[in-house]
């Protein structure tokens, strides 16, 4: 084996590297007649053909957008017959932003699913699109366009458009010499350059003129590149000067002449600690101490920036372009004394039987915990498993001296490690680095699987790493069985079966979000099914109103016992529904009709006599009347309530309560004789009470007509007597 | 705890609910900052005041508080705050008043909050009002209040209505997190028996909440080793008879509201009226409680005696030593025992003057009547007087109610005319009264068997004279009334009611001087014994609505969690739609004689008049 500092290239006081991650899996696929996108973090890459540049066209017209993953392996292809594309990007989500010239903008899923569209505003369609940024905002992705007339507009999140249209820059009326998106401190700012004028615009409207940071004097600032951490920034002259400084152009760190006035093809940034000018053939890294190193390319390359290190896609390969991590420097690094590299020393002597393990130990033992740190670091900056391993190995030998070690970095370096080869599976394809991971964070990279529909793979990372169940297995189950329902090909109730023999135990698992799902694919059927699965009631109800199955929905609230439910439902289908077909529905359900009734008791009346009639109910619509009649203040609105009462108790059969009625009427009546009579007040008081007020007052003769009108009892009339006298 | 040692098993402490209740409700308070208003809810003012005092609102910036009436609010804060019953008529009431608010032009900031959950409805209402914009809704989760140490209520009469009559289950969810909550604070409950339609939905319910949770285990192990569901209407009986014991007999005169009463002058002998609470922390009234009214005096004059020795103990101390022990130990505790003394002593002496009433005897025989089904036609004439001479409404339907319940129903020609005699002196509009009890079968008509024999009877009873139409009445009665068979199963009715030990009871009936022990809790009692419906099958049958039993403590694991040894002691016991206080005192008794310790959980606390104006038609 090639010892591993072969291909460490010294940049000032440290070193950079070159590392071929894959032998690139595509074939004929010449890169120099394409316009490439790959999204960050090991993402995947589009192509699509380049129209400036002449080729044959071989069969259809129609460009054809390619996706690919990073190690070349094709993932779809999309067979464009929208407009004009003028650029492709990504989004932090992993989705492929098409923007056309007219200014709206394509959503994509690498599996070339259309997701959805937006537009970047009439003027960018008036005006047609020339240019276009995409960047990385605080709130997602975000993307700048320019139009043909040179203004900006721009938008922070690609998720939740909302345009904004930046300053214009005075008298700007050719294309600017190079412009570019700085986001920062919550704002995404665009510098522009006019020829040797640089303008920061913002989205309020403001634009400032930057002062000319550069000494020397120059026509045209023809190129610049923003840092991935928009920190630094680098710009490119007419003259073949680049200057490397701070992003608010506050600090220049050097300038450096490359001798070489023509622009290059592409300026990119390796992390943050030196800049990558690509001209034909010639890649040229320099760094901020003026230091710089020179690699041949022998074809078209395509640089993709990256947290810590620069990719570079060529026809063939795909390398990694980064800082020698210092880490790495102390164990490798020819001639290093640090604890690391001993080390390292002691345990390959160790595997070779060889004494000086023990020589080389007795050197570091006192440092010897930062040395097993240094080698654990070590084996997370490393690319090729056979030297993590041995990093690893070194680690694992050092810690056998050591009696208070903490296990725990060593045991999740080795779980990382574990889980960041797998993805780097050529199959996978995301050579994600050690750093880059941290700032992608576990859930996401897993995310990330789930996208590409490595299910398997995302459990068993899950598992792997003990996971929660309810954020790990299960919810990647549930995206699982998400996609299963839109294969239409297959049988409702096979994948019904299939879904439910995965998930039947896992917790955590909503079944009507998937039914959800199955449902936005117009397979209702199959939502219904899948909602059966689904022991809440609370998220089978509205689903299932949606789909227009409100009969199921109401039946179901019903079984749910969740009066709020049923509520929902009915005033759903009271909108919808006729009045006559509304009452059928309801009528066979009598938990949500008296919840019905209940409602109407206090909100609707009418309503509750519409609803008694068509129950055939009488006796409750007479009651309803007594109710009303007594609630009455107007005496032949009461009378002709209590008439109405009177014939629905007929109707009820119940002549008991019809009878009862009729008196009452004429009780009232006679009341009413009374109190013009006598001018006082008898209403509402029950018989007993009349007889015995008007005996009180001596009216005897009366007393005596009420008690022969309405039969009262001898008993209780001498009762009455004897209590009044 | 001396106590617990005397008593048994301990409870698990109720006062954590009350905790929770009133750190919710503050934050609901603070979560709209500055000062405001508080309108509440008429049902709900006293239920607040044992969860929060008016002090500790004022703490929490509530200005001015007001009850929730048709009236407009005038003046006071900006910010309003709403503390009610989620019910249609109180969101109206609120969605009223705004609207008011917004026609005198008045801005105004408010907030309503629900208890015990906000629900869907009452958001239409106010969507309705076209109010629903300008008001934020908030729920309170103030379902079970502890009342006392063994007491729990939810607080809320309609319950019984709502259901029952009118067969709404909105309030069954809140049931149901009630036991949620019971169980996630004190362990989940292994054993649970239910009887009734309610009791098996909320159970249901309460399944299903659980595993929606989750299985967690609970850090605490389980404290309550039982959980007895029971309707209502598989007993109504026991709440609609007088009730004889102390705290019912104050409940039944003074009225006890959310476990505490008021006394008029007449009991405090000045001219003031005092507002006690009820506690068993007192322990004068601790002793008094649960006992037959007969057996409270003289206990009462014991204690007065005992005291005044106490007192006289100042007369002989002999150091200054001892007279600064006397003072700062015992002087207080003596002061507050007399003066509960005093309350008590004029408490009982109301009751007293109460009973004395002219027919009070004769109601007793005749509600004793009913229950054991002898003279009965005795017992429908003295109600027939008692409307013919205009007895309380809510007396006579309490008896016509207990007459029909016991009976099996009435006989149809008695069941017409003491209607109409009802209306007659009541007024028509009880027609709806009427029909209401008879829909839930309080107040109901026999069935005749057929037609023809119908008449015969008819005919008969016309030709027979009083006493012997009894006698005919009873001859047709086994065959209907359920009552009547479970009692004799049951075996409620005890043999010998005269010379029935009421000073030293062994006998559950003594809560009812001896006539009759209450059905629900001889219900539970038989089926704690039996772990289950096993050999009570037959009783089970002629009760309404269905039994079950879950039993998961049979399991090796469920006993070895490291739960509570004692909690296989202590029983839940859950009335749906309200209990009586003397079905409390029945309860501990049992716990006393069996070795269990009962806690009560109830809807709402009812007796007879209350059950029975709850679902008057007429309001």
Known sequence: MAHVTGDWNPLGQVFYRKQEIYTLGWRDIDLDKFVVAAAPYGGPVALIRDETKLVRVQGSIRPVIYIYTSSGREISSIRWNSGHVIHLGWSCSEELLCVQEDGSVLVYDIFGQFKRTFSMGTEAKEMKVRDCRIFNSHQGTGLAVMTSSYRIFMVNNVDEPRIRRMADVPGLDAPPSSWVVISQDRQSRVLLARENDLYLLDHGGQYSRQLAPVSQQVEAYTEMAVSFNNKYLALFTNTGLLWIGSSDLERAYCEFDTKCPQRPKQLAWCGTGAIVGYWENILLMVGPGKDYVKYNVDSTVHLVPELDGLRILSNYSHEFLHKVPSVVECVFKIGSIEPGAMLYEASREFQNGSPKADEYIRMIQDRLTVAVDQCIQAAGCEHEPTTQRMLLRAASFGKCFLSDMNPEPFVRMCRTLRVLNSVRDFTIGIPLSCAQLEQLSMPVLIDRLVLRRQYPLAIRVCQYLKMPEAEGVSRILAHWACYKVQQTHVDDELIARSINEKLRDTPGISYSEIAAKAAECGRTELAIRLLEYEPKSAEQVPLLMKMGRDQLALAKAVDSGDTDLVYTVVMHLKEKLTLGDFLMTIRNLPTAQSLYLQYCKEQNREMLQDLYYQEDNFQESANCRVMDSYNETRMDERLRNLQQAQEAYTKARNEFAAKVTEEQVRLLKYQMRLEEELKRPYLDLSLHDTISQLTTEGNHKLAEQLRKEFKVPDKRFWWLKILTL | ?619
Request: charged share 25%; hydrophobic share 40%.
């Open chain 2, 1 to 619: 705890m001396a106590v617990s040692a005397v008593l048994g098993p301990k409870l698990p402490d109720l006062q954590y609910l009350k905790r929770l209740a009133r750190d919710q409700l503050v934050h609901l308070l603070e979560s709209l900052p500055g000062r405001k208003d508080l309108v509440i809810d008429p049902d709900l003012m006293t239920p607040l005041d044992r969860i929060a005092g008016a002090s500790l609102l004022k703490q929490h910036g509530v200005d001015k508080i007001f009850k929730l009436e048709r009236t407009k609010i005038h003046g006071g804060c900006d910010q309003l705050v709403y503390l009610v019953r989620s019910k249609l008529t109180t969101t109206k009431l609120i969605a009223d008043q705004i609207t008011a608010d917004i026609r005198d032009a008045r801005k105004r900031k408010y907030k309503i909050i629900m208890t015990p959950r906000r629900l869907q409805v009452c958001d239409m209402v106010l969507e309705h009002e076209g109010v629903f914009g300008l008001v934020s809704i908030e729920e309170l989760h103030l379902d079970l209040i502890p009342l006392d140490r063994d007491l729990l209520s939810m607080e809320l009469p309609q319950f019984f209505r709502d259901y029952f009559l009118h067969g709404d289950q909105t309030w069954l969810a809140s049931i149901a997190k009630s036991l949620v909550n019971i169980q996630s604070l004190f362990g989940p409950i292994p054993n649970i028996y239910g009887q009734g339609r309610c009791a098996k939905m909320v159970a249901d319910m309460v399944d299903m909440m659980m595993s929606e949770l989750g299985e967690r285990q609970s850090p605490i192990g389980c404290e309550i080793g039982h959980l007895f569901l029971i309707d209502r209407d598989v007993d109504y009986v026991t709440p609609l008879c007088t009730q004889v014991t102390y705290e019912g007999l104050l409940d039944d005169i003074f009225g006890i509201k959310s476990g505490s009463v008021e006394f008029g002058p007449d009991v405090t002998g000045t001219d003031k009226s005092i507002k006690i609470m009820l506690s068993g922390e007192d322990e004068v009234f601790r002793a008094i409680r649960d006992r037959h009214f007969s057996n409270v005096f003289g206990f009462l004059s014991a204690k007065a005696k005992e005291l005044q020795t106490s007192y006289d103990k100042r007369h002989n101390l002999k150091s200054v030593q001892d007279m600064k022990q006397f003072v700062s130990e015992e002087l207080s505790n003596l002061k507050k025992q007399h003066k509960a003394l005093t309350l008590h002593i004029g408490a009982c002496e109301t009751i007293t003057k109460n009973k004395s009433r002219g027919d009070f005897e004769e109601q007793m025989r005749t509600e004793h009547g009913l229950l054991e089904g002898v003279d009965v036609r005795e017992c429908i004439n003295f109600i027939e007087e008692s409307i013919n001479r205009q007895h309380s409404r809510t007396e006579v339907l309490r008896l016509l109610c207990m007459l029909s319940s016991t009976q099996g129903g009435l006989p149809s020609k008695d069941y017409k005319s003491l209607k109409t005699q009802f209306l007659q002196s009541y007024g028509t509009e009880h027609l709806l009264t009427l029909h209401n009890l008879k829909k839930l079968g309080l107040f109901v008509e026999q069935q005749a068997p057929d037609a023809t024999a119908n008449k015969l009877t008819d005919k008969m009873a016309a030709k027979l004279t009083d006493g012997m139409a009894s006698l005919q009445l009873q001859l047709q009665l086994p065959k209907k009334s359920q009552f009547r068979a479970v009692s004799r199963k049951l075996n409620l009715i005890p043999k010998s009611a005269e010379n029935f030990e009421l000073r030293n009871p062994n006998d559950m009936a003594y809560v009812f001087s001896g006539a009759y022990a209450p059905l629900s809790c001889k219900l539970i009692e038989q089926v704690l014994q039996r772990e289950g419906w096993t050999g009570v099958e037959d009783i089970a049958k002629l009760l309404p609505g269905d039994n079950f039993v879950h039993l998961k403590a049979k399991s090796a694991k469920g006993k070895a969690s490291g739960s509570n040894p004692d909690s296989d002691k202590i029983v839940l016991v859950y009335f749906l739609g309200g209990c009586s206080y003397t079905e409390v005192s029945a309860l501990r008794f049992l716990g006393k004689q069996k070795g269990y310790r009962f806690l009560v959980a109830t809807t709402a606390l009812v007796n007879g008049g209350r059950l029975i104006e709850s679902v008057s038609g007429w309001k």
